[in-house]
């Protein structure tokens, strides 16, 4: 299944580099290639390693993944048709079922290619064939291109990390004694320190240090006006009223979050999650990443494990606590960690139902699920042209299988519900403002109630 590229009932078409000067014809021609080049010299640099791990079959494996992705570099740039994937990877049949689809929509007039196809399905198929080269080339198969910008990151932010970390530990210490309206308060700022923590991504800087040097805590104030979506108050109404049914029915609260960057990004992901369980707010948080290295500081199982590690191993006493917690909810099975092919798949998640039901039934689990980040937003709305004052609920197509809400700083040309006149507002004073990362959203849907969109 996938959502048909044209406008059909109102849907309109996909955003793709077809449109000369537009973002995505911007993305495709200057970033990908520029992103591409930065894989090319990570694996040439690492030559040596590879050598010395695996001798001259290291070396060769380095040369041929190198020919693979300078060859796509070129298809690329010249712009050329998409090619189907050729490796034995579960999902391989699904993406090369998707290419035909996307054919058939195409007809014969013209290749479904870089620069004339959805962005979004090129932009993650990149992600794809990178995967591919360095799979067909044992014994550099599970190589994470992407290691060492996601690690360099997570150390420069450091000092952010500290202070975010003894923020927590202080309410930690005193949380029985809070209120209802001092918990709303702590709930508030840390999502919206999750919100701005999702600024630090590497895809958009096309890998160029992006860490969070200041607080993330004495931001917030300045950063207010910054929101043109808040639906805050409605997230956490409905965390207390999810609260309120399972003591009387006895059951438990879950809360999911679709992960985005690593980095400082996962902390800010973590210190929320733990508040949402010592809180009593939610008593299990169910955390989904990547199963393969994708757009550039996405989380993968090895990040979220490495995070809590270093996490628990600093020289600073309330960070290691911190660690210390994370690890005993994860042996607790109080959070867990879950991968999933379909988030790294090209999909609109309208098509979720059809193509991933196992994974949409685990959604449906959920009282609420958080959704990090640009991608995801561009996913969940189908990264199509909407009409700025569509209504989020219209935008998502069908998809819902629980309360969710998106945590989005703007990197993208795509933003639907916002108020009659606020884009145009926005776009006098700054034409970039949907993809220049300085606004951003907390935007709430619920199939369960009327929304008021």
């Known amino acids: 299944m996938m959502a048909a590229d044209q406008t059909v009932h109102g849907v309109p078409p996909s955003l793709s580099a077809k449109v000369v000067g537009s973002f995505a014809y911007l993305t495709v021609r200057d970033r990908l290639p520029t992103i591409l080049t930065k894989v090319i010299d990570t694996i040439h640099r ?5 050598f010395e791990e695996y001798g001259e079959e290291g070396i060769q494996a380095e040369k041929q993944t190198i020919g693979l992705l300078s060859k796509m570099r070129n298809e690329l740039q010249t712009d050329k048709p998409v090619i189907p994937l050729t490796d034995s990877l579960q999902d391989a049949e699904c993406w090369n079922q998707y290419l035909q689809k996307h054919q058939k929509l195409h007809g014969d007039q013209e290749s479904v290619s870089w620069f004339k196809s959805p962005w979004l399905y090129v932009e993650c198929y990149m992600y794809r064939r990178i995967h591919e080269a360095l799979w067909l080339n044992p014994p550099i198969s599970d190589y994470d291109v992407f290691n060492e910008g996601k690690t360099q990151g ?4 450091q000092q952010a990390v500290m ?3 003894t923020h927590l530990e202080g309410i930690n210490s005193n949380i029985e004694n809070l209120s209802k309206n001092q918990l709303f308060e702590h709930f508030n700022k840390l999502l919206q320190v999750s919100l701005w923590g999702n600024k630090c991504d590497l895809s958009i800087s096309a890998g160029q240090d992006n860490s969070q040097k200041t607080s993330p805590i004495d931001s917030l104030v300045s950063l207010q006006p910054l929101i043109l979506v808040n639906d805050s108050n409605t997230v956490w109404s409905t965390l207390i009223s999810a609260q309120t049914h399972a003591r009387s029915e006895k059951t438990t609260v879950r809360v999911d979050i679709v992960l985005d960057n690593a980095g400082f990004e996962l902390v800010t992901d973590l210190v929320l999650a733990d508040f949402l369980v010592s809180s009593g707010l939610a008593h299990e948080v169910h955390f989904h990443g990547k199963s393969i290295p994708w757009f550039v500081s996405d989380v993968t199982a090895h990040d979220f494990q490495w995070t809590i590690q270093q996490t628990m191993a600093a020289n600073h006493k309330c960070m290691s606590k911190i660690g210390y917690q994370w690890k005993s909810h994860l042996k607790d099975g109080v959070w867990s960690y879950h991968d999933h092919p379909f988030w790294t798949q090209p999909h609109e998640f309208c098509d979720m139902a059809a193509d991933a039901p196992d994974l949409y039934a685990n959604l449906q689990g959920a009282d609420l699920v958080l959704f990090k980040g640009d ?11 909407w009409d700025h004052t569509v209504g989020f609920g219209t935008a998502l197509q069908g998809f819902g299988p629980a309360p969710l809400c998106s945590l989005r700083t703007l990197k993208a040309n795509v933003q639907v519900g916002l108020q009659p006149g606020q884009a145009e507002k926005l776009t006098s004073h700054e034409p970039d403002w949907m993809t220049c990362g300085k606004y951003a959203v907390i935007q709430f849907y619920s199939s369960k109630a009327e929304q008021k969109d």
């Open 46 to 50: 690492n030559k040596n390693k590879f």
């Open 375 to 385: 991608l995801n937003y561009r996913k969940l709305v189908g990264d199509r042209d």
């Open 163 to 165: 202070t975010i970390c």
């Open 154 to 157: 997570f150390f420069e932010s």
